[in-house]
């Protein structure tokens, strides 16, 4: 939720913020919804965003992305002063952002659950000089230069491919970044081109790292630091469970076609009588009540259909049966019922249907902004973090040390993939994490099975995808629905600084964990929940994975060629984009707290993270009343823009302005006037690590297009270091996705593999809680406490 400056967790921070970079600017853009003062110094040589058309050649979709990214900051004077200081080649690219003189900071304000209607943020042209010494500096991802400029607390500097390596000097945009990091591969129909995620949404994921980098440097004891962030290290976040899979496996999940992720099936969009049905089913439960809702009963009776793995070898069947029963009722008729039924299915909106969603309005996640003259509505910012009042007493200091974030405790109840992922950056940064599990209901991503012969081989110790996510953490094992073993878990609680947890919404204040419970005498306790649709709300009930929270989201409606279903882009996509926006979210509460002593609750939605990645489709809806037209592999404003067959069935992404296309038929000997038409017969006689090279040499954005095992052996992500090489018991080695962030020149030091189950139980009650041995081995006996899954452990949806 968008708010005006000197409103929020980060009132009174200075900020100053100079491009070009849709990064850098999305950065800026959170940065002032959290309250800070944000002052855009403009680039000297123009915005080329701002003229850019989300329908070419319709005026009134111009400069729409462009306004949003400045809303709620100031515009500063820029004084042409610079050091001179150019970070490479490879922070430029067609596609930039700066600043604007018709968009000033916002006036509405929005804390938690608010339901007052946003006032939307007006147009501010006076030009200013801006603070000499701000806060934080934030350079965008497109900048030619360094302003003058000295801050007390940080300095962020983006960029596509990071400071140094191989690709340093190379021009980066969204399709590049998004084909080096193998989240596009495995996207699209079985044969043929891949499709792309959306145009944008790698920079604005590259501006949420950003966020966790300056609050880092707000949240850290000592000098002022300089942060680097790499938008392509940040997209690997995406693909961090294909590849433990690849890791687990031995070998790579081919890409299985539209809409189809193995191995889950259905995992899908069907059109109804009226709109689009995502559906996903993972347990046996969900297939059979799906099964008996659509009228197929005997479905769910067939055993050639009993398992998700039987399913996806007859997926032409499965759909087939969801295709013809669908079109009975409307989406939203559906998902109301699987809503009632615990489905995991939802509606797949439309721009005009994210523009008439009741909770997207009451919760402000789509707000009105003011463009030009117009006021538009929007995605706004996904941030729900206030700013509490009344007395507090602020912590004592933490001492100053390696790690930014070393003395917080975080309690971490979450389980899977966005929660632990809030926690692993934490950790990454320092933080202590203690995981809380227990026998019963361990995470689940820890195993697939739990039959007696699984757990006596240990396979519960075995997860690539739950060792990745939970390195650097510890493990209690306490079983919470217990009265004994709830209890442990609160006075964990009373010990630490935060608690972060993903269950359905209820789930947790049901086990006698809400905020009520855990705030009460506790008033500098940060909890941060994130369930799909938020708590309170009608929607909180639905039954969601991170490819439910992408469906409803509507981004699929705006990827594919026209003609095809809704494209889903990823397996799970909200979740990795959840659990990134969730640490900025807790570093926001914690930096409050460090400077008020106030905690809060952040009841937060994960389906609105991904929201902004539909920023220009439906801005393009409010400012025209017309959906977007489906981008498939082309690009409203550059002039080539698209996936090309190279030797070998591989494929190169390749993304050029004007300037570039003609360098590209120079380069080819291809004549300009034919260039789209004959390019891919030449393309496809070249090598494609040889010909994105030499392109990247003749100034051209291009890519091989990797698959996710592919980035693992990557020789830039290699040598800068992007990787940690891991050996745990039970699993063995394993190369992990790092911290996409280096911090004064340097990485973080790797924290540790994840835990065992339970394996710092006793540790923790005795150096935390206080308890001798007798307390743990009786807790231990009586199965309060354990140290592997019991037979009890059932399927957790």
Known sequence: MDRSAGIGPLAGITVVETGPGVAGAWCGRLLASLGAEVTVLPPSGGDPLAAREEIPGDAATRGLVHEWLMAGKRLGENTGKSTGENTGTGNRTGTITGASRSTGRATGTATGDSTDTPTPMPADTQLGTPPAQPDLLIIGEDHRGTPSITPTRGTVRLSWFGASGPYAAWRGTDLVVQALSGILYPTGPKEGAPRPLGDLQSALLGGVAGAVAALTALLARGPALTLDVSILETALLLGELQVADVDYYGRAVPRAGINRFSPTCPLSIHRCREGWLGVTLITPQQWDAFCRMIGRADLAENPDFGTTTLREQRADAVEAAIDAALPARTAQEWAEEA????????????????????????????????????????????LHVAAPEGEGQAPPPRSTAESP????????????????????????????????????????????????????????????????????????????TTSEGADLARRLVAESDAVVENHAAGVIARLGLGWEVLSEGHDDLVMLSMSAFGTGNPLSDTRAYGSTLEQASGLPSFRGEPGEPPVLGHVAYGDPVGGLYGSVALLAALHHRQRTGRGQWLNLSQVEFLLPFAAAPVLTRSATGREPPRPGNGHVSLALHGLYPAA????????????????????????????????????????????????????????????????????????????????????????????????????????????????????????????????????LDRGIVSLEPTTLRGAHG
């Not at 012969?453 to 390195?471: D, L, P, T, V, Y």
């Not at 004064?744 to 923790?764: H, K, N, Q, Y």
């Open 339 to 382: 809503r009632r039924l615990r489905i995991p299915a939802v509606v797949v909106p439309d721009a005009a249907g994210i523009l008439a969603n009741p909770v997207f309005a009451e919760r402000g996640a789509v707000a009105p902004v003011r463009v030009g003259d117009r006021v538009l509505d929007a995605p706004a910012s996904p």
């Open 405 to 480: 974030l070393a003395g917080l405790r975080i309690a971490d109840f979450s389980m899977g993939w966005a929660g632990p992922l809030t926690t692993r950056i934490l950790a990454d940064l320092g933080a202590e994490v203690i995981k809380i599990e227990a026998g019963r209901y361990p995470d689940w991503w820890r195993a697939t099975q739990w039959t007696p012969e699984a757990i006596a081989g240990r396979q519960f110790e075995k997860s690539h995808r739950f060792a990745a996510m939970n390195r650097g953490k510890r493990s209690v094992s306490f079983d919470l």
């Open 648 to 779: 070998g069935d591989r494929w190169i992404a390749i993304a050029a302005d004007e300037e570039q296309r003609r360098a590209l038929s120079r380069l080819t000997g291809l004549a300009e006037a034919t260039l789209a038409a004959t390019l891919s017969a030449w393309t496809a006689t070249q090598e494609a690590e040889r010909l994105a090279a030499a392109l990247q040499a003749a100034g051209i954005p291009a890519a091989p297009v990797r698959t996710p095992e592919e980035t693992m052996a990557d020789p830039h992500l290699t040598r800068s270091g992007s990787y940690h090489d891991t050996e745990r018991p039970h699993l063995g080695r394993q190369r992990q996705v790092g911290l996409p962030l280096l911090i004064d020149g340097r990485r973080m030091p790797f924290r540790g593999t994840a835990p065992l189950l339970g394996g710092d139980t006793e540790a923790v009650m005795r150096d935390i809680l206080g308890e001798g041995r007798a307390l743990y081995h009786s807790a």
